[in-house]
């Protein structure tokens, strides 16, 4: 079956330190994964999404996020918080051959602090 | 990417009533998803709604509860029936992007049930 695990419920950082959000996954075929965004009292917005091309990949606002087979994770990183950063993060995986139903982590808190 | 809207944006209703939630988007699409977000929580799939056939229910959700309509390739409603405080969440729908497995949510709908 699949799933995703978000390792931290809450990351505090200072705005211009990296950025790292972790989550594993678990499937029982190549993956599709995804990082979403959802600010205060807004809509939720696709970051990047990784499915099986290359390994690195870049989203928008600087995120990136490496799919590592070995590890089976797939951590959302950014090299300089903004304060803008702030918001909730959903890691989520594909959980059918039809790419159709989605499984949301439970989600990381990102606070940026001055 | 698609532009989906949903009416209301927020509801206080009481226990016992239903409310139904629009799902509006600015292109035709086979398949819509409605979601749950609980106060601190997740996103859960309710259910996925394809046009001209009967939706289909995750683990936990049934039709009696949540009725579906999908008249055409670019609408949708979720109807919340006999409300009890613990239908107090923000309900989501969202569409299939192009490719890759994404998909595109609406702003929610958060409703609070007394």
């Known amino acids: 079956a699949q799933s995703v695990t978000q390792l931290d419920s809450h990351v505090s950082v200072s705005e211009g330190t990296p950025v790292l959000l972790r989550c594993n996954y678990s499937?029982?075929?190549?993956?599709?994964l995804f990082w979403y965004v959802q600010h205060p009292n807004k809509g939720l917005q696709l970051l990047l999404k990784?499915?099986?091309?290359?390994?690195l990949v870049k989203g928008i606002n600087g995120f990136e996020a490496e799919f590592k087979k070995s590890e089976t994770s797939f951590h959302l990183t950014k090299p300089s918080a903004h304060m803008s950063d702030a918001a909730e993060y959903f890691c989520?995986?594909?959980?059918?051959?039809?790419?159709?139903?989605?499984?949301f982590g439970k989600g990381t808190t990102l606070s940026v602090s001055s | 990417s698609a532009v989906i809207s949903q009416k209301p944006s927020r509801d206080i209703c009481q226990r016992g009533t239903s409310l139904t939630i629009q799902c509006q988007v600015d292109?035709?699409?086979?398949?819509m998803f409605w979601y749950r977000q609980q106060p601190g929580q997740s996103l859960t799939l309710i259910a996925t709604?394809?046009?001209?056939?009967?939706?289909?229910?995750e683990s936990g959700f049934v039709i009696d509860k949540f009725p579906i309509s999908r008249p055409n390739l670019t609408f949708s409603t979720l109807t919340v029936s006999n409300m009890s405080p613990e239908d107090s969440s923000i309900y989501l729908c969202?569409?299939?992007?192009?490719?890759?497995?994404?998909?595109?949510f609406g702003p929610g709908t958060r409703l609070t049930v007394l």
């Open positions: 990784y499915t099986s091309a290359a390994t």
């Open positions: 709604a394809n046009q001209g056939s009967e939706a289909t229910y």
């Open positions: 969202s569409v299939e992007g192009d490719r890759g497995g994404e998909q595109f």
């Open positions: 989520v995986v594909i959980i059918n051959q039809a790419g159709t139903a989605l499984i």
């Open positions: 499937s029982s075929y190549s993956p599709s």
């Open positions: 292109s035709q699409v086979t398949m």
